[in-house]
């Protein structure tokens, strides 16, 4: 099987873009995993597909795979590189351009910049909608998670997919690599979960790193950025428009308490190929 595809990224987050509109594409999830090896298949953080709609009100269906192989459900870095795809590959001449996930429909608008910004949706932040075995709730609404023996102060939100957010005082030093894996394997995340270590620089300025679910850590993360964003605001940390710089840049976000996230930023093509399965 021949299959043609597009490597893209959004600040250092890559991807690999299939376009099953116009090709046959079934992939099994080891299939997956060869392709995403970086020494002997493409290599990617998620792989993206382009599908037909599933349904009357959009114009594409969306499917993402980490390259573990497992399908998840939203990718706020993958939508932006999805919506610049669909456009240049002249899918469509719609913008703004309503796209369904697993999880509903959001929306993709390209400006005069070619920054993509992407309605993200209302967050969820109930124990049940990540979903999080939650122990009693702190004072400021966070919740305590035992780790090691120590109880780490938590933020839960679901941004289409699950997120447990961290405050600390040091982004660039953070155990992301040891306390990630950790919280993803205490058992109170029935899905898994990506974890967040947000540093507040000041009331309109975050730094954030994510460690992915079926990834590790990764460059940047839309819907990391987007939970950052939402818990901060809900405690007061950042105003309700804020810049967020991951590892690989910065993205614009907007939230008001009650209203859908919106997130701002590139996407990047890095060149076209055909791999052999």
Known sequence: ?????????????????VNAVTQNVMLRPEQVRRLADRHTGIGFDQLLIVEPPTRPDVEFSYRIFNADGTEVEHCGNGARCFALFVTEQKLTRSNPISVATCNGVISLSIDENRLVTVDMGEPKTEPAAIPFTAPPALEDGRYPLMIDGSSLAISV????????????????????HELGPKVQQSGAFQDGVNVGFLEILSPTEAKLRVYERGVGETQACGTGACAAMVAAVQQGWLEPKATLRLLGGALQLDYQPGQPVRMTGPGEFVFDGAARL
């Open 1 to 17: 099987m021949r299959l043609e595809f597009t490597k893209m990224h959004g600040l250092g987050n890559d991807f690999v873009v």
């Open 157 to 176: 939100v679901n941004m289409g997919n699950p997120h447990a957010v961290i405050r600390v005082d040091d982004c660039n030093n953070a155990p992301v």
